[in-house]
């Protein structure tokens, strides 16, 4: 059993940064895509950037230039110039049926979810 946990979230006014992190605990196959998604009030949960196991990194276009996933004992996503847009419940995933080059930002594919952390930016 993989057991996930968020950590990080915050309040910050526009243009401020926040860095999240999440660890994974139990067995972590060598085949995987680990993945932040985020889920705003009354929204659907929408991708924001996931890492194959293959070091293949793939952000969603609305996070480019302002968000950068770093992946070393924890998965840490580093949130610069944030908006009051980027307001939403942030969730870690993973995924071992995929992997390679074939992980995708798609939320039916992952099976380990932690409960979230809460990021809110004031314009």
């Known amino acids: 059993q993989v057991q996930v946990a968020e950590s990080g979230g915050g309040s910050v006014q526009a243009g401020g940064s926040l860095r999240l992190s999440c660890a994974f605990s139990?067995?972590?196959?060598?085949?995987?895509?680990m993945a932040w998604f985020r889920q705003a009030p009354g929204k659907e949960r929408e991708g924001v950037v996931v890492?194959?196991?293959?070091g293949r990194i793939n952000y969603a276009d609305s996070v480019k230039g302002r968000f950068t996933l770093s992946k070393d004992n924890t998965l840490d996503l580093q949130m610069e110039s944030l908006k009051p847009e980027d307001t939403a419940m942030y969730y870690c995933?993973?995924?071992?049926?995929?992997?390679?080059?074939?992980?995708?930002?798609?939320?039916?594919?992952?099976?380990?979810w932690g409960p979230g952390t809460q990021v809110t930016v004031s314009s």
């Open positions: 890492i194959s196991n293959l």
């Open positions: 139990g067995y972590i196959g060598s085949t995987y895509c």
């Open positions: 995933a993973v995924d071992f049926a995929y992997g390679g080059t074939r992980c995708k930002l798609d939320r039916y594919l992952y099976n380990y």
